[in-house]
């Protein structure tokens, strides 16, 4: 997340100007950790990454809102150990001589191609729990889909493996080899084409940047967390979101996309002889290049959007309405979500989390809510199915009011205005002017639960309305990446038939296995596809990567979760789950839900 500017704060200069991960606050933490560690020695670059930071303090803005921590303290003693090293004369080490690494500067430029091993320390890490750490060879940055074609044919010549990075992270540690790692990172051009509502886009897009760029005019696009790259989420399982109601799933949110193959050629979808990515392997398929551009589909943001919460106690009632929405095609997002999740969202800490959860699950009985977005149309039909729900205005003064809500004096409110009816005090006269005078919503209350030297800064932040907007959070992500601030999640995505037992079942099984394994685990979010027929589930479990045993005992539950999922899949016939779908992302959904 800190390579992007999610909050407006500003995203670090060095590594806007040098683009490899080491010069961003992310990089330097492995390079840090490395260093500590004598796996890799100070180098030239290392040197310059050092230098490159100014201590300004952004990062500590950027990683306190998502997780909590100060990555700049790292920062300061990356630069003291390295400037300690200098004063001591100690020697700096030089790249070493290689002559496949000349034959690629020649291809893509001397500064974008490099061996040095302060550089390579932060393309050697994955925090997916099935990856080892790989200081790769080379790490090369192209910059045009001309450049990747050469590299891959020198590379294949030479009998040197790759591995193409996006954002860096996925469920296998597919992103680390020991020979070339090919970053994207300069290959951001983004082209509109709103005459044939589309935009295409080069392989180091960020999500966040795309729906920004078309945000401006007036379109959004379907897209995954805000720091993964379009094309390389693409490629990985398509693009998974609440928006699959109405913007599908998998091909259907793409209109052609260009290949360089595994042999250096150049190939796009539409072509006659392309591969037929199109179709779907059941048994698994094997990744036909890298993408290198993308062209997908803009669509229209209307003037009377906005969101609802609607607050269930059972995730029978949640699903039946959810469902409800889709075949009535009401809203253009849907997501139910779990207590868990919806307090993570909310909450600026873990702690403040736990309290939230709390308070929903056990106090207002909230266990499931389910988010809708749509017009002014949509509002209007869910409030007369007859569901209290907590409206935008409403989400407005709880978040604002948080530090308040979690306190026992709005328990005891809310439990002096119910009735025999779940949750009727969101239906009662007044009730949001009622919160809000009790609750004293304001950007200076939520900015108080950060650190105090952050408090002025996040004040200005909670002050822009979109902070607290649902369409916006939502259509950007930019909460979803709290999720695994505790601890590393590992994420189980499935398309099932949109019904209870289904669900029920494949929740309870795999709670069951994560508890067999002592491991943190929690219902993510379901939401609906092609009109309430099937569904896309997310289940995930939580482990601390910096543990070998939990990570071993994740290993081994996740082993057993495949089990499991496999033969509900053989037993049904009607449930796809990552492994069925990774590097397919694009084939025709409706391979995926009734093939």
């Known amino acids: 997340m800190c390579k992007i500017d999610f909050l407006g704060t500003g995203v670090c200069a060095s590594g806007l100007e040098n683009h490899y991960v080491s010069f961003y606050p992310e990089g330097r933490m492995d390079l840090y950790a490395a260093l500590v560690k004598g796996v890799v020695p100070v180098t030239g670059q290392c040197v310059a990454i050092a230098d490159g930071c100014d201590l300004c303090g952004r990062c500590d803005y950027q990683c306190a809102f998502v997780t909590g921590m100060r990555p700049t303290r790292v920062m300061a003693a990356l630069k003291a150990l390295v400037a300690d090293h200098l004063a001591a004369g100690k020697k700096v080490i030089g790249p070493a001589r290689d002559r496949l690494l000349k034959e690629i500067q020649d291809i893509v430029g001397v500064r974008w191609a490099t061996n040095d091993r302060a550089i390579a320390s ?112 693409m490629m990985c399982m398509g693009i998974v979101s609440l928006f699959a109601p109405a913007y599908g799933a998998s091909a259907d949110n793409y209109v052609n996309a260009e290949f360089v193959g595994n042999d ?37 943001v209307l003037d009377d959007e906005s969101g609802v919460l609607v607050p269930f106690g059972a995730l029978q009632e949640a699903i039946h309405f959810s469902k409800e929405c889709a075949v009535r095609r009401i809203g253009f997002a849907i997501g139910i979500l779990g207590a868990e999740y919806l307090a993570s969202f909310m909450s600026p800490s873990q702690e403040v989390s736990r309290d939230v959860k709390k308070v929903l699950a ?41 530090p308040r809500m979690i306190q026992a004096e709005w328990v005891d409110l809310i439990a002096g205005l119910d009735s025999d009816r779940p949750f009727s005090y969101l239906d009662a006269a ?35 309305d979109e ?46 296995i994560a508890r067999s394994r002592h491991l943190g685990n929690a219902f993510g979010f379901v939401t609906p596809v092609d009109m309430g027929k099937r569904c896309i589930l997310e289940y995930d479990y939580f482990f601390d990567q910096t543990d070998a045993g939990e990570r ?35 084939c025709r959904k409706d391979n995926l839900l009734y093939a």
């Open 122 to 233: 932060a393309y050697a890490y994955d925090p997916s729990p099935f990856a080892e750490t790989i200081l790769p060879r080379l790490v090369v940055m192209p910059g045009s889909t001309d450049e990747i074609s050469a590299v891959i044919r020198l590379l294949s010549r030479e009998h040197v493996p790759f591995a193409a990075r996006a954002s860096g992270t996925n469920l296998m540690g597919f992103t680390l080899t020991e020979g070339a790692v090919i970053d994207f990172s300069r290959m951001t051009t983004v082209d509109f084409d709103e005459t044939s509502w589309s935009v295409k886009i080069g392989p180091g897009v960020s999500a966040f940047e795309l729906q920004k760029q078309a945000l401006e005019r007036g379109y959004r696009v379907n897209v995954a967390e805000p720091a993964a790259l379009v094309c390389g989420s």
């Open 264 to 300: 250096g050629s150049v190939f796009t979808l539409n072509d006659r002889d392309a591969p037929n990515l199109f179709s779907y392997n059941r048994a698994g398929a094997q990744s036909p290049g890298i993408c290198s551009s993308l062209k997908v589909k803009l669509h229209p």
């Open 362 to 402: 056990e106090k207002l009985g909230i266990k499931y809510t389910v988010l809708i977005l749509g017009d002014s149309y949509a509002m209007k039909n869910i409030r007369e199915m007859g569901h209290p729900v907590i409206d935008q205005e409403l989400f407005r003064v709880l978040s604002l009011g948080l």
């Open 430 to 464: 007044g009730f949001t002017d009622l919160a809000s005078t009790a609750l004293s919503p304001s950007a200076s209350q939520i900015a108080s639960l950060f650190d105090p030297d952050l408090k002025d800064m996040f004040e200005r932040v909670y002050a822009r």
């Open 467 to 512: 902070l607290t907007d649902l369409v916006w959070l939502n259509m950007f992500r930019v909460v979803s990446s709290r999720i695994g601030r505790e601890r590393n999640f590992f994420p189980f995505l499935m398309y099932i038939p949109m019904t209870h037992e289904s669900i029920e079942e494949i929740q309870h099984g795999l709670r069951d």
């Open 552 to 586: 071993d005992r994740l290993m081994g539950a996740a082993l057993d979760a495949g089990t499991f999922l496999d033969d509900i899949s053989a037993r049904t016939g009607t449930l796809r789950w990552t492994k069925h779908i990774f590097q397919q992302g694009y």
